[in-house]
């Protein structure tokens, strides 16, 4: 098991108390993942089929002299779909599966249509490592279906914080952004199921402290508010 396995299985389970996950989570996940991989390629051609049943007529002649007929297009996608992108940019594409628990609201700290489980690290978990890099910190965020969210820490407190692309274990701040856009996916293309999106991130934080969050949506006049914390710190 890698180190950044050993964290995330230590921020789940500090998280979500006693609905602990099940051993070998991250292997499921990485299975799920690969057959979502299976079921995107089959998706693809059946994307090609339907380009091909649209084809005019003067192109038809060309698959064997059968006529086509016009396929009526689909319903739009959300309009969320073509959300502003803001800072780091998480997609249903980046969209993971992990068997939480029926009661995983009980550890998460919420704002809006959004969800961080983090509750807390390990209290000896190393922040910095010796050659100055920062080690990844990962989150789960679950986050509403059909539902955009832009993130970012409040006040000055985002000089300390950025969201990362990947999960290796040594980073600089200069390889985060300081906020961070989720896309989440529709009803039918959810991994998760039951109404969210589930993503697995990596943070890093220059060291133990707590970090005010604004989340905002589309249309919403305020942005709500959410605090995480990291290490030896107190909530405001």
């Known amino acids: 098991m890698t180190d950044f396995e050993d964290r995330l299985r230590a921020a789940m389970e500090s998280s979500v108390a006693s609905e602990q996950p ?3 989570l991250v292997e499921l996940v990485r299975r799920r993942h690969r057959r979502r991989m299976a079921r995107v390629a089959v998706a693809g051609a059946a ?6 049943a649209v084809i005019p007529p003067a192109r038809s002649a060309l698959l064997g002299g059968r006529t ?19 800072g780091q940019y998480y997609g249903c594409g980046s969209q993971t599966y992990g068997a ?9 700290t919420h704002a809006g249509p959004i969800w961080f ?19 990844t910190v ?8 059909n539902t955009t969210a832009w993130v970012r820490p409040a006040g000055a407190d985002g000089r300390y914080f950025r969201f990362l692309p990947g999960v290796n274990a040594r980073y600089t701040l200069g390889d985060g952004k300081p906020q961070a856009t989720f896309v989440s996916c529709s009803d039918r293309t959810t991994m998760y199921g039951r109404g969210f999106t589930e993503y697995y991130i990596g943070i890093i934080v220059t060291g133990p402290r707590c970090i005010p969050l604004n ?6 006049a305020r942005p709500d508010r959410a605090s995480l914390r990291f290490g030896g710190c107190t909530l405001r």
Do not use: Q
């Open 117 to 135: 489980i983090n509750n807390g690290i390990a209290p000896d978990f190393r922040f910095r490592n010796p050659d100055g890099t920062l080690n």
């Open 100 to 108: 939480l628990g029926p009661h995983w609201r009980r550890g998460a």
């Open 68 to 86: 086509t007929r016009a396929v009526s297009p689909s319903s739009p996608a959300p309009s969320h779909a073509a959300a502003t992108r803001r």
């Open 215 to 220: 989340v905002r949506t589309p249309g919403a």
């Open 138 to 145: 990962p989150i789960i965020v679950m986050l509403r279906d």
């Open 22 to 24: 099940p051993r070998g």
């Open 47 to 52: 994307v090609l089929l339907i380009a091909a």
